[in-house]
């Protein structure tokens, strides 16, 4: 069974930390993503991974294949980066489109 | 930006009732989904369609569930009969290729009560 598990559930930082979201996750997968869920419940994609490392902006997400572990990065945290960030794999297996979601991890930024 | 378009944003139906979620995907993505996410849990996966047919489903896609794609733009879930644990937040998501990332309409509450 495909499990994805992300540390910590609760997060609360201040203003200008650097954040780090852990997710593992239990089986060979062809891709992860990191998104981000606001308040309002509407998610956007943050990042897709395969391999390596991608930025964008203050967003930094790095996976180890082999560890089957990611973590998502945040440098100069903003009240603004306040959301549940949510990780979630696609299986390796061919033919497999869905994605399983992580419990996500509610992130929340002091002024 | 290009985005994927969910209607109703709220609906609320009784139980047993027909419901019609819509979702207006991106015009060149090939791949297009519905999640949900029952309040306080993990977002699950609920079907996946391509090629004019789905090409996955879940556990709880049962019998009650459908999907269809009418007329090349939209993209439409059917629950038959609603029961009081369909309520959640239902998302549509769609993609241009499989190595391409998601984009989420952003979902249309459901409450049967």
């Known amino acids: 069974k495909n499990e994805v598990e992300q540390s910590p559930q609760n997060l609360t930082a201040q203003e200008g930390e650097f954040i780090t979201i852990n997710c593992s996750y239990s089986?060979?997968?062809?891709?992860l993503h990191w998104l981000q869920q606001h308040p309002g419940g509407g998610i956007v994609s943050l990042f897709m991974?395969?391999?390596g490392k991608k930025k964008h902006g203050r967003l930094i997400a790095t996976i180890n294949i082999q560890e089957k572990h990611s973590s998502l990065h945040i440098t100069a945290s903003h009240p603004r980066d306040s959301a549940v960030y949510i990780c979630?794999?696609?299986?390796?297996?061919?033919?497999?489109?869905?994605?399983?979601f992580g419990q996500g991890t509610r992130l929340t930024i002091n002024p | 930006e290009p985005e994927v378009t969910q209607t109703p944003s709220h609906q609320v139906t009784q139980m047993g009732q027909e419901v019609i979620l819509r979702c207006v995907p991106i015009?060149?993505?090939?791949?297009f989904y519905w999640y949900r996410q029952i309040l306080g849990q993990k977002v699950e996966f609920l079907v996946s369609?391509?090629?004019?047919?789905?090409?996955?489903k879940s556990e709880i896609f049962d019998d009650q569930f459908s999907v269809e794609r009418p007329d090349g733009s939209n993209f439409t879930l059917k629950i038959r009969s609603t029961k009081l644990e369909d309520s959640a937040m239902y998302f549509c998501?769609?993609?241009?290729?499989?190595?391409?990332?998601?984009?989420f309409g952003s979902g249309t509450r459901l409450t049967v009560v």
């Open positions: 369609f391509y090629n004019n047919e789905i090409s996955e």
């Open positions: 979630a794999v696609r299986s390796a297996i061919q033919g497999a489109q869905k994605l399983v």
């Open positions: 015009s060149n993505h090939l791949y």
């Open positions: 991974l395969s391999s």
């Open positions: 998501a769609s993609r241009q290729g499989l190595n391409y990332g998601y984009t």
């Open positions: 089986v060979g997968i062809s891709a």
